[in-house]
């Protein structure tokens, strides 16, 4: 073997087509962290532009993907085996996330131009965190998997605590870390215990060697299975980790909020589905039935909390969007528990990305409402969404729209298919139990949706005489904030009448 | 009747379905220059009788141009995939059993947009009450029209929202809890018919109608099948309302504006039946034949207790509702369909298809009749309405009073009268029911059904008595009669009545043929 072809074995080729999305938001994010050393304060808004850029070009490097499987970072002795794969599931999820992140950026701009959160660590945390997100649906092994959530969550804990001097915020930010920081430890022990098992990180190796486990090694093995799934479990916000949700989200910034809510997520139910279809699914015995409880239990959780919320307590808002996502987290690990009792564990789990995506557009899409609304109730009660229709009358039909697709009542007929799809993968996998139970949790979830629907459509409050103008202009509203809610309802809109374009990934093989 | 191109039908039955919705999107833009009439309301409760004229006419000629001979097979059908992941196919296509059910929803839909251009129910602007009432219109026609199991579900779930807001915007006293409970007790039932829908789809790869229809079943194990009628019964039993779950019923009717209860009476409650007739007798035969003694027992204990609760509201002292009694008496008058479907014969079925159409004609005409008398007293109690002696419609306002016993009459099943046909057949079908049934069950349904009838009669003629007849010197006060637009509104229900009364075989003629195959399983 000659030298030159040593070294070439050594020395890996890069696909940078493949790896374009994130790296493009990781390279923006740290252009940005520059720039903002050398750009005057009042020219601090072009940040926000170059990370819309940067978020909208890495959104366009997808297109690139779309003609076929590519991966890169390959075993040099092996070129079967590889790190980063950008298969259709990479390039869906990646779409997810980045559209995700690019809808929490115009969300953004706002309240960035008014000062109230610093722009430069902002935009850099923000693309960081996104980077690591779209890193994590390519990642093919354990250790990047793990790097990728650490990329997607060290940022988002910043995030979360970004408003300074702001005691609830930076008390969010700690009780997010701290049980954060658990369960990805947890996380990394089960890793170690399933490469000492298997002695390999590479999920496909992983699954192959996982069949054949030396009988000493089984329950090794089986505890490593387990222990990975926490930390993801974490991120999706899964009962028993689902806790840190309703404060987090209520010390957050709004924005942070509905980024967690959507990205934080995706990430979370990616890594489940990396680990237990692709790397893990002859354990699938270990998994499935563990992901069915916890589905069960968290859409249970998050409904009743949800009901729960009283309409004229402060940020209750933000409080029942934060429990109904633990709700819809829960129907969104349905297919995942599924994909363990059939036989090709592949398929069942694209519900899953069906229905992220459906919530995805329609969550954002009520967090951006939501941050409307914050503009003249900061306190964002539920009762201050009484009367929206007046005020804002396209706002609260949007707003109304949102709610019923998570709901899943016509005129949301995107919500409503996307649930279908869900009850059908688990009535597939002969899950009638769990189909039964979340039929319950979607009557209790309609109840407090359309409790809130109602209320947009009520009279004002006659109030009329403590306004000190009553004929006081109403604040225009920011173009970035019309642009995200007009996106996210056209999104659901075009998506009710043609939901195949997202339900098709219900049906196809994915990886 | 008349020939008219296969595409032209599947025009039309295509614009019955989404012209309401076009309509509705189109009642929220401001009126084009030319259509601005005298103010924006008038010219938007206009736009509302326009859309649904349109639509009736529309209805009528599919009506017309239906092949009257060949009532059994699908017509006017449109078959476009829509969501091939789910295999939802956009599923278009009447017979003889939507068919007189599209074009009842059509003509009330008509006869409340015309009412309500005349008669505005209080409330906010009508704007949003005429979209949503063609919203309503649309899922409700879309329900007798689909054939694909999700469709119908989405059509069935789609009148809710609609339904809601009519009653908790427009609605009277108690509109809010009213609404609520309508809401709440039909979601709850439809999401554990979707299970039982899915169950049925995927068990057999398929949710087309007449492909499950044509299996009769044969591609079901019983067990799936009894989970299924399980299911989606509870579901469309809500819906009916089947006595135990129709305790929202009373509460809606009370509290919605006329209008609504008109709808709600005439139409909606039709779409639970129908979806009995559509769904659960062809596709589950086996899971039926399970059920059909409790549903029967089921509707025969709702038609005793609805004629028991009219009886006490009628009371004297009772301070009853009158719009409560027509809705208790709807719990009855659907006991009787579902008794009918229970039986699982044709002669059954067609009782209750055509109990079905009379309901809607009679109930819709009463509910008109008792709003109208609720704009001109103020009051529906009829304690408050009789007085001491009555309140003596025949001598303040003779033809209010004589439409009011002759809709009184036609409900409790007046032979020469729509009621008294559906009624008959369906006691007919209980006589005789299908041969896995046991006979002797069924006959002591029929004869306490029959006494029930008997019930009927007795609260039906009280209101008469209470309501129409009096002393008009006791509180002289005056009392407008039948206006001009009252007139165009009710005519066409009271002649209907007549017409199904006296010539049942034009419906029968209809339904019959359609009952014959669903029963068989596509080999008629």
């Given at each position: 073997m000659s030298s030159t072809l040593a070294a070439a074995s050594l020395v890996q080729s890069v696909d940078w087509t493949a790896v374009a999305p994130p790296t493009i938001a990781a390279v923006v994010g740290l252009a940005v962290l520059v720039a903002d050393l050398f750009v005057p304060q009042g020219k601090k808004p072009l940040l926000g532009w170059i990370s819309l850029a940067g978020l909208t070009a890495a959104l366009a490097s997808l297109l690139l993907l779309l003609d076929g499987d590519r991966e890169t970072f390959c075993l040099t002795s092996d070129?079967?085996?590889?790190?980063?794969t950008a298969d259709r599931f990479t390039v869906v999820i990646q779409l997810l996330v980045l559209a995700g992140a690019l809808l929490t950026a115009l969300l953004s701009v706002t309240p960035l131009k008014n000062k109230e959160l610093p722009a430069g660590e902002y935009w850099f945390l923000l693309l960081s965190s996104a980077a690591g997100a779209a890193l994590l649906p390519a990642s093919r092994d354990l250790a990047t998997l793990v790097v990728a959530l650490e990329v997607a969550s060290l940022p988002a804990f910043a995030l979360v605590g970004l408003r300074r001097g702001d005691r609830r915020s930076s008390e969010a930010a700690l009780k997010f870390f701290l049980s954060s920081v658990t369960a990805t430890a947890v996380t990394l022990l089960g890793v170690s215990f399933v490469y000492a098992a298997t002695g390999t990180l590479h999920l496909t190796e992983v699954a192959a060697k996982l069949t054949a486990v030396d009988g000493d090694l089984q329950t090794l093995a089986r505890t490593g299975v387990a222990l990975t799934l926490v930390g993801f479990a974490f991120k999706t916000a899964a009962v028993p980790f689902h806790f840190w949700v309703p404060d987090t989200y209520i010390g957050a910034p709004l924005p942070v909020a509905a980024y967690l809510s959507v990205v934080g997520k995706a990430v979370g139910f990616t890594g489940l589905i990396l680990v237990t279809v692709v790397a893990f699914p002859s354990y699938a015995d270990v998994w499935a039935p563990a992901l069915a409880v916890l589905a069960a239990l968290t859409m249970t959780a998050g409904n009743v909390a949800a009901l729960r919320q009283q309409a004229g307590r402060a940020f209750s808002a933000v409080r029942l969007l934060a429990w109904s996502s633990v709700g819809q987290a829960g129907y969104l690990l349905v297919p995942i528990a599924a994909a363990g009792y059939v036989d090709d564990p592949a398929d069942a789990i694209g519900a899953t990305v069906a229905y992220a995506l459906m919530y995805a557009a329609v969550n954002l899409g009520a967090f951006a409402v939501a941050a409307l609304v914050a503009r003249t109730a900061p306190e964002n009660r539920l009762s201050d969404y009484r009367g929206l229709y007046a005020r804002h009358p396209l706002a609260a039909l949007a707003l109304g729209f949102f709610l019923l697709c998570l709901a899943g009542l016509p005129p949301g007929i995107i919500g409503l298919f996307a649930k279908v799809t869900v009850f059908q993968a688990a009535v597939d996998a002969g899950l009638g139990w769990l189909a039964v139970v979340m039929a319950l949790n979607v009557v209790i979830a309609l109840y407090y949706y359309l409790r809130w629907t109602a209320v947009l459509f009520r009279a004002p409050e006659d109030e009329a005489p403590v306004r000190a103008v009553p004929h006081a202009p109403a604040r225009a509203v920011p173009f970035p904030l019309t642009a995200a809610i007009a996106l996210t309802a056209v999104a659901g809109i075009v998506l009710s009448g043609a939901p195949q374009m997202v339900l098709r990934f219900s049906e196809t093989v994915l990886f | 009747m008349i020939d008219i191109s296969e595409s032209v039908m599947q025009f039309l039955l295509a614009l019955i379905v989404a012209g309401p919705l076009i309509g509705a999107a189109a009642a929220l833009l401001p009126a084009p220059p030319g259509l601005k009439g005298e103010s924006p309301d008038q010219a938007v409760l206009r736009h509302g009788v326009t859309v649904t004229g349109v639509i009736l006419i529309a209805a009528v000629v599919l009506a017309l141009g239906f092949d009257h001979d060949h009532p059994a097979t699908m017509q006017a059908t449109t078959d476009i995939s829509w969501i091939p992941a789910l295999d939802v196919r956009i599923h278009l296509g009447v017979d003889g059993i939507s068919l007189p059910l599209l074009v009842l929803t059509a003509l009330l839909t008509f006869l409340c947009a015309l009412y309500s251009y005349f008669k505005m129910p209080t409330g906010p602007s009508p704007k949003a009450f005429v979209a949503l009432l063609l919203v309503l219109e649309s899922g409700t026609l879309a329900t007798f029209a689909v054939l694909d199991l999700l469709l119908f579900f989405l059509a069935f779930e789609m009148v809710l929202i609609p339904m809601y807001f009519l009653i908790a915007r427009w609605g009277g006293a108690q509109r809010a809890q009213a609404a609520w409970k309508f809401i709440l007790y039909t979601l709850l039932g439809s999401v554990v018919m979707l299970l039982g829908l899915l169950l049925i789809g995927l068990k057999s790869g398929t949710f087309d109608m007449l492909a499950l229809a044509t299996d009769n079943g044969r591609g079901l194990t019983t067990s799936v099948q009894v989970i299924a009628v399980l299911a989606i019964g509870i579901g469309l039993a809500v819906k009916t309302p089947m006595w135990p779950l129709h305790s929202w019923l009373p509460d809606a009717h009370t509290a919605a504006p006329t209008v609504g209860s008109v709808l709600l009476a005439g139409v909606l409650l039709k779409m639970g039946t129908y979806g009995f007739v559509r769904i659960l007798l062809p596709v589950a035969p086996d899971g039926m034949r399970e059920f059909a003694p409790y549903l029967a027992a089921f509707a025969v204990v709702g038609i005793i207790y609805g004629s028991l609760a009219c009886l006490a509201l009628a009371?004297?002292?009772?301070?009853?509702?009158l719009k409560r009694l027509i809705a208790y008496s709807s719990v009855g008058h659907m006991g009787f369909v579902l008794l009918g479907i229970a039986t699982m014969t044709p002669t059954g079925v067609n009782g209750a298809l055509f109990a079905n159409i009379a309901h809607g004609l009679i109930t819709g005409l009463l509910f008109f009749l008792v709003g109208a008398l609720k704009d001109r007293t103020g009051t529906t109690d009829l304690d408050a309405l009789a007085g001491r002696t009555g309140q003596a419609l025949y001598g303040k306002a003779p033809r209010f009073g004589a439409l009011l016993a002759f809709g009184a009459v036609a409900s409790l099943g007046l032979p020469g009268l729509a009621g008294f046909w559906g009624e008959m057949l369906a006691l007919f079908g209980a006589f005789r029911p299908a041969e896995d049934l046991s006979r002797p069950a069924f006959l002591t349904f029929m004869a306490i059904a029959a006494f029930g009838t008997l019930l009927t009669a007795a609260y039906m003629l009280i209101v008469v008595r209470r309501v129409c007849m009096g002393d008009t010197t006791e509180r002289p006060q005056e009392l407008a009669d039948i206006q001009g637009y009252e007139f165009a509104a009710w005519t066409p229900l009271a002649a209907l009545t007549v017409l199904a009364g006296l010539w049942p075989a034009l419906l029968l003629g209809l339904t019959d043929p359609a009952v014959q195959k669903l029963l068989a399983g596509g080999k008629a």
């Open positions: 070129a079967g085996v590889c790190s980063y | 009371k004297q002292g009772a301070k009853g509702d």
